[in-house]
């Protein structure tokens, strides 16, 4: 199978070994603490547990009628019935990444902020920790097949019951969710309206096909956020390629500001849910700029005054690559000053020039580019 494949962009030397084997070795984030990372392998022997049992992906409701999670089944009405879901209100469905569980900062995080809009919300929290479990990288990427079955089974079975339309519902992952949420999409034959993808893992699925990754057939819009972008050797996590029908690329993509002594791209893997999270607290924190790439948009080449938001506010109407810059430490969103030529903006705007926060920042990435280049 394609993905017992080795994959050989960087062998990292580790403490553990199989005899004379040593795993090839990655590291992401680690979804329980947001300074830490976790080991991945991208090879070697695996566990007991496989990717073919889905008896451990669970799925937990959370409403404002309760914001404590409650676990449902697919097939077993009476769970759903008995719990504070509300029926033909819109929801969506969160996926955490490898080495996570739906109780990590970034579904909880999220969740909150949902909760506080101004509207009636499901929102189910997809838990496979089980199949996600650190270091099997090996384990866990194929499984985003079984677990994104799983859990479009549980959304059909919503739509036989009357209880959602295919209309409402928004699928969010994140890293590997990503793929999760790329499978859900697939399984409901590409008809879900949005589809967000939060910084799609690469390693392994740079070698597979669309049909198991993140890909814009798997909604009516599929939106990408790349913030960790690059190999391994690049310090990098994460797809740079356009895996969307609207592909974002807040500071190129990679290498996000206050990141600067990171290992394997893991704080700006990590920086893509607290992007889109913070959108949604405000969507004027963000805009983005449609450009053909990020040196134009740095050059102020591109007209910026057709922007857009960027998050939970973006037009699914949008289409191609979108590119802004943000800040150090939350709040990251800079507004129009994420922008480096937004054009004639309305004057209630607050902002007519970039100024020299924007300047500063400008001048950090073009020497960090000359830096590469040396």
């Not at 969710?177 to 699925?205: M, Q, W, Y």
């Not at 607050?350 to 100024?355: E, V």
Request: with cysteine; net charge negative.
């Amino acid at each position: 199978m394609i993905w017992q494949r080795v994959y050989v962009k960087l062998v990292l030397t580790v403490g553990l070994s199989f005899g004379a084997f040593t795993p090839t070795t990655v590291y992401f984030p680690d979804p329980n603490n947001i300074n830490g990372v976790i080991p991945a392998y991208l090879d070697g022997p695996a566990p007991s547990i496989q990717a073919t049992d889905n008896s451990s992906i669970t799925f937990h409701l959370v409403t404002r009628k309760s914001r404590i999670p409650q676990q449902i089944f697919a097939y077993d009405i009476a769970s759903i019935t008995n719990s504070s879901f509300i029926p033909k209100a819109s929801l969506k469905i969160l996926s955490h990444g490898f080495g996570g569980e739906y109780t990590d900062w970034f579904p909880m995080d999220m969740t909150k902020v949902l909760l506080d809009l101004d509207e009636d919300i499901n929102i189910i929290l997809i838990d496979w920790k089980k199949l996600a479990t650190s270091p099997w990288y090996t384990i866990a990427a194929p499984a985003t097949k079984l677990v994104g079955v799983t859990a479009a089974n549980l959304l059909k079975f919503l739509m036989q019951e009357g209880l959602v339309t295919i209309d409402n519902i928004h699928i969010i992952g994140h890293s590997l969710g990503s793929h999760v949420a790329g499978n859900i999409g697939h399984e409901l034959e590409g008809k879900c309206p949005r589809v967000t993808a939060l910084d799609p893992a690469l390693p392994l699925f740079d070698i597979t096909t669309d049909e198991n990754r993140i890909d814009p057939s798997d909604g009516k819009f599929v939106e990408v956020i790349h913030t960790g972008s690059g190999h391994l050797h690049e310090n990098g996590l994460a797809f740079l390629s356009t895996r969307g029908h609207a592909d974002f690329y807040p500071n190129r993509g990679m290498h996000q500001p206050g990141c600067e002594s990171e290992t394997f791209g893991t704080c700006s893997h990590a920086r893509a849910p607290k992007y889109y999270t913070e959108s949604i607290v405000n969507k004027e924190n963000f805009y983005a700029c449609s450009c053909g790439h990020f040196d134009l948009f740095l050059a102020g080449k591109c007209d910026c005054s057709n922007r857009i938001y960027f998050g939970l506010s973006s037009p699914s109407t949008a289409r191609g690559k979108y590119f802004f810059l943000t800040q150090e430490k939350s709040p990251y969103g800079m507004g129009l000053n994420g922008l480096v030529n937004f054009g004639n903006p309305s004057s209630d705007s607050g902002a007519d020039l970039p100024n020299f926060r924007i300047f500063l920042m400008l001048s950090t990435v073009i020497m960090y580019n000359l830096f590469l280049k040396l």
